[in-house]
Structures are given as C-alpha cells and as structure tokens.
Nanobody, 122 residues
Framework: QVQLVESGGGLVQPGGSLRLSCAAS????????MSWYRQAPGKERELVAS????????NYAERMKGRFTISRDNAKNTVDLQMNSLKPEDTAVYYC???????????????WGQGTQVTVSS
C-alpha cells in the first residue's frame, strides 16, 4: 500500500529551525514529483515547495523562498524540508505530497501523507 509518513514537526521559537522528513513506500518514488504543502488553521492548503523527479529543479512559494529548502533522496525514498528563520505565520500542518503526471501534464496519481504539526511560538 502507498504510504507517505511525515516526521520532524514540533514546537520551535521564532527564528529557529526544523527539518521535516517524509518517508515514502508502495510506489515508484523516483517517477513522482514530490512536494510539501501546509495548512494553517482557518486557511486553505498552500504549496510550500516542490522538487522534480531527479531533484534537478525546485520550486518555492514566494513566502518561503530563501528560508526553506526541499531535497530528495531517491535511494532512500525520502523527501525533506529544511525550514530556517521560522515565523509564527509558518505555524501549520505540513503535508507530504507525491504526484505523477503524463507528458501532457495530466495528473495520473496523487498521494498525501497524514501531516505533521509545526508550531512556531515564543
């Protein structure tokens, strides 16, 4: 069965850092674009960062650019999110996402993890 299991969330003070990790299983990891999304209380889910299948290209939401770094290890089937200079507004549940598209951009598969809570507070 397909599983995406996030870990590394917790409570951190403003300006601090956290590293989230997503362990994937049950599918061909290297053929999927991997992303991190987040959802804060009362707000809709938003894209944080994504990384291509071979790790050659990354994309970040403007609010996270320069502070967050996404990476993947296709040998270990993991994708990480390094978060630095955290702000209270970064408080959210962070979700790991795996997506596979065809050559025309149509979504073939879309998997989600259960999420991990990140709380930034003094």
């Amino acid at each position: 069965q397909v599983q995406l299991v996030e870990s590394g969330g917790g409570l951190v003070q403003p300006g601090g850092s956290l590293r989230l990790s997503c362990a994937a299983s049950g599918f061909f990891f290297s053929t999927y674009v991997m992303s991190w999304y987040r959802q804060a209380p009362g707000k809709e889910r938003e894209l944080v960062a994504s990384i291509t299948r071979d790790g050659g290209s990354t994309n970040y939401a403007e609010r996270m650019k320069g502070r967050f770094t996404i990476s993947r290890d296709n040998a270990k089937n993991t994708v990480d999110l390094q978060m630095n200079s955290l702000k209270p507004e970064d408080t959210a549940v962070y979700y790991c996402n795996a997506a596979r598209k065809n050559a025309f951009g149509a979504l073939l598969r879309n998997y989600w993890g259960q999420g991990t809570q990140v709380t930034v507070s003094s």
